[in-house]
């Protein structure tokens, strides 16, 4: 396991550096220079392309942590708690991608918002000519990262939130007259935080890197600096690749750099936590954070479920001029055009999906059954090494080694690569379940002279089936959103339904958009589907293993 996840990350590294210092004999580098980062330096609006990228993780990942701690401070135990927790979750099912076109199309000039609001409100009758989601400073990226990182966080939160002791807290801090919201901050999260260190900092390295997300939501000129590097990786003369190398490791310094403001902001929060708790003030009164909190969350997921209903209106629609709310006619046309050529990248991203999950699942329950996840801190950090490090650091050095060794692109090859980012999701998904589950069952087996093989076949798995089937679908659905590996390790010969998808944002063709964004997040919903219905009918007449 730890050769699995961490050989192909250095690995990966390792051919991104060396071509950066000109080292590639197969393209005719067989020396060191440092001719390539001159001409990255060289290259127009460098500086303001890594700033948007920098400042996207920072924002995105800030502001995503922020709404889910006072969420949880504010309301962690109640009914709304649980009613929030149940709109977010089906989220997990939709990809980075179509939930970025769904943004698009509500806050485009011609988008749904505008259509909502003219021409009552704004007197416009022909779309406004606004940068968006275009806009230069990269505030639609964000957003777009915001809704999709608030229900990652959320739901990290909520596998976290039964190793504190949220409700012993809860009553100290209420019998001192803390309001729940400073309660909650001096008393929990710390602890709390301490559990979802690695998931925040993967979403930070993910959200400074990002590249589909950034193409349909980013600026154009000049693009995310991770935008630039994929455009040099797939320009036609080879030897962009030096670049390509030189701009990843750009990339790798703004993740790192952006690593250490978010220590540093850690350090200040502590700070700041430690003042606040010495200086005495209670502020009992905190209903207006609180509100706020729940309001940000509520239409985060509100606006990604709102863009899913605008991508299908608009895969469906006919004529549909501005201002009208909704089209003049509905057609099928679109579905019929687009179904027999998106068959071939459907079942390519099933299977790819099915296969990696599967394979993670057992790997994961294999490395669950010897090893503890929540003892072993450096299992742990290995595991979120394939999230931590920036993909387009590592995978194009895996591409670049993948082509001086002769490997082609080929189904098991993208398959590996699948299973890298795969298995720790997987494994991470199936953990608290797995720690939490009642080993008196095994030793009353145990007792009766059963093996632990036959214990974990006939015992445990059965009892967590619920668990593992939703594991597999988190891995299916994380493999079924990839765009980047499957984009360098395919190298355009292997395509799914998510780079086919985000291919479509350089068009113009909304309708088109609409079929593929909609067919992209079906595969991974279907995955949740199965993992909710299979345990419902396995357990339908066993009372206590229902839910």
Not at 82 to 103: D, E, I, K, T
């Given at each position: 396991?730890?050769?699995?996840?961490?050989?192909?990350?250095?690995?990966?590294?390792?051919?991104?550096?060396?071509?950066?210092?000109?080292?590639?004999?197969?393209?005719?580098?067989?020396?060191?220079?440092?001719?390539?980062?001159?001409?990255?330096?060289?290259?127009?609006?460098?500086?303001?392309?890594?700033?948007?990228?920098?400042?996207?993780?920072?924002?995105?990942?800030?502001?995503?942590?922020?709404?889910?701690?006072?969420?949880?401070?504010?309301?962690?135990?109640?009914?709304?708690?649980?009613?929030?927790?149940?709109?977010?979750?089906?989220?997990?099912?939709?990809?980075?991608?179509?939930?970025?076109?769904?943004?698009?199309?509500?806050?485009?000039?011609?988008?749904?918002?505008?259509?909502?609001?003219?021409?009552?409100?704004?007197?416009?009758?022909?779309?406004?000519?606004?940068?968006?989601?275009?806009?230069?400073?990269?505030?639609?990226?964000?957003?777009?990262?915001?809704?999709?990182?608030?229900?990652?966080?959320?739901?990290?939160?909520?596998?976290?939130?039964?190793?504190?002791?949220?409700?012993?807290?809860?009553?100290?801090?209420?019998?001192?007259?803390?309001?729940?919201?400073?309660?909650?901050?001096?008393?929990?999260?710390?602890?709390?935080?301490?559990?979802?260190?690695?998931?925040?900092?993967?979403?930070?390295?993910?959200?400074?890197?990002?590249?589909?997300?950034?193409?349909?939501?980013?600026?154009?000129?000049?693009?995310?600096?991770?935008?630039?590097?994929?455009?040099?990786?797939?320009?036609?003369?080879?030897?962009?690749?030096?670049?390509?190398?030189?701009?990843?490791?750009?990339?790798?310094?703004?993740?790192?750099?952006?690593?250490?403001?978010?220590?540093?902001?850690?350090?200040?929060?502590?700070?700041?936590?430690?003042?606040?708790?010495?200086?005495?003030?209670?502020?009992?009164?905190?209903?207006?954070?609180?509100?706020?909190?729940?309001?940000?969350?509520?239409?985060?997921?509100?606006?990604?479920?709102?863009?899913?209903?605008?991508?299908?209106?608009?895969?469906?629609?006919?004529?549909?001029?501005?201002?009208?709310?909704?089209?003049?006619?509905?057609?099928?046309?679109?579905?019929?055009?687009?179904?027999?050529?998106?068959?071939?990248?459907?079942?390519?991203?099933?299977?790819?999906?099915?296969?990696?999950?599967?394979?993670?699942?057992?790997?994961?329950?294999?490395?669950?059954?010897?090893?503890?996840?929540?003892?072993?801190?450096?299992?742990?950090?290995?595991?979120?090494?394939?999230?931590?490090?920036?993909?387009?650091?590592?995978?194009?050095?895996?591409?670049?080694?993948?082509?001086?060794?002769?490997?082609?692109?080929?189904?098991?090859?993208?398959?590996?690569?699948?299973?890298?980012?795969?298995?720790?999701?997987?494994?991470?998904?199936?953990?608290?379940?797995?720690?939490?589950?009642?080993?008196?069952?095994?030793?009353?087996?145990?007792?009766?002279?059963?093996?632990?093989?036959?214990?974990?076949?006939?015992?445990?798995?059965?009892?967590?089936?619920?668990?593992?089937?939703?594991?597999?679908?988190?891995?299916?659905?994380?493999?079924?959103?990839?765009?980047?590996?499957?984009?360098?390790?395919?190298?355009?010969?292997?395509?799914?339904?998510?780079?086919?998808?985000?291919?479509?944002?350089?068009?113009?063709?909304?309708?088109?958009?609409?079929?593929?964004?909609l067919l992209q997040t079906l595969i991974p919903f279907a995955g949740f589907l199965i993992a909710s219905l299979v345990p419902h009918l396995l357990f339908r007449h066993r009372r206590a293993m229902?839910?």
């Amino acid at each position: 396991m730890l050769v699995l996840l961490s050989l192909p990350v250095l690995a990966g590294l390792a051919g991104t550096i060396g071509p950066a210092f000109g080292y590639l004999p197969a393209l005719g580098g067989d020396h060191l220079t440092f001719d390539h980062f001159a001409d990255l330096a060289a290259q127009p609006h460098l500086i303001r392309s890594s700033l948007v990228s920098l400042a996207t993780g920072l924002v995105a990942t800030g502001v995503s942590v922020v709404m889910v701690m006072l969420f949880t401070a504010g309301y962690a135990g109640t009914r709304m708690f649980s009613r929030v927790q149940h709109l977010v979750s089906p989220l997990l099912a939709v990809p980075h991608a179509a939930a970025a076109f769904g943004l698009a199309f509500l806050v485009a000039p011609s988008g749904f918002v505008m259509r909502l609001l003219s021409p009552g409100l704004t007197g416009y009758t022909s779309p406004p000519d606004w940068p968006v989601p275009q806009d230069p400073l990269g505030l639609t990226v964000m957003a777009g990262l915001v809704v999709k990182e608030m229900p990652f966080l959320f739901l990290v939160t909520l596998a976290a939130l039964p190793q504190v002791p949220l409700a012993q807290m809860r009553q100290l801090s209420a019998s001192l007259g803390y309001g729940r919201v400073r309660g909650f901050l001096i008393g929990v999260w710390p602890l709390l935080y301490r559990q979802i260190r690695l998931p925040v900092f993967a979403v930070l390295a993910y959200a400074s890197s990002v590249v589909d997300v950034a193409v349909i939501l980013g600026p154009d000129l000049p693009a995310p600096l991770p935008v630039r590097i994929t455009e040099w990786i797939a320009n036609s003369d080879l030897q962009m690749r030096f670049l390509a190398s030189a701009g990843a490791l750009l990339q790798l310094v703004l993740t790192i750099t952006a690593m250490v403001f978010w220590l540093v902001a850690e350090r200040t929060g502590a700070f700041v936590l430690k003042r606040i708790s010495g200086s005495g003030i209670r502020k009992s009164e905190d209903q207006l954070i609180r509100g706020i909190a729940c309001a940000a969350m509520t239409v985060s997921a509100a606006l990604v479920f709102l863009g899913l209903v605008t991508l299908f209106i608009w895969s469906i629609a006919g004529l549909w001029p501005f201002p009208s709310l909704l089209p003049h006619s509905a057609t099928l046309k679109p579905w019929i055009r687009a179904l027999p050529q998106a068959i071939g990248p459907i079942m390519t991203a099933i299977g790819l999906a099915g296969a990696s999950a599967a394979i993670a699942l057992v790997l994961a329950i294999g490395l669950l059954w010897q090893k503890s996840l929540r003892a072993d801190g450096a299992l742990r950090v290995v595991l979120y090494l394939p999230l931590i490090v920036p993909q387009l650091c590592f995978m194009f050095g895996l591409q670049i080694l993948g082509l001086a060794l002769g490997l082609g692109a080929s189904f098991a090859l993208l398959l590996f690569v699948h299973l890298i980012f795969v298995l720790p999701y997987v494994a991470l998904s199936l953990s608290p379940p797995w720690q939490a589950f009642d080993r008196r069952y095994e030793t009353v087996a145990a007792g009766l002279g059963r093996s632990p093989l036959q214990i974990l076949l006939h015992i445990r798995l059965p009892m967590l089936t619920r668990a593992w089937l939703t594991a597999f679908a988190v891995g299916f659905a994380v493999s079924a959103g990839l765009y980047l590996p499957t984009l360098l390790i395919g190298a355009g010969r292997i395509v799914t339904i998510t780079t086919e998808a985000v291919a479509l944002s350089s068009g113009g063709d909304r309708r088109m958009i609409g079929v593929y964004a909609l067919l992209q997040t079906l595969i991974p919903f279907a995955g949740f589907l199965i993992a909710s219905l299979v345990p419902h009918l396995l357990f339908r007449h066993r009372r206590a293993m229902r839910i």
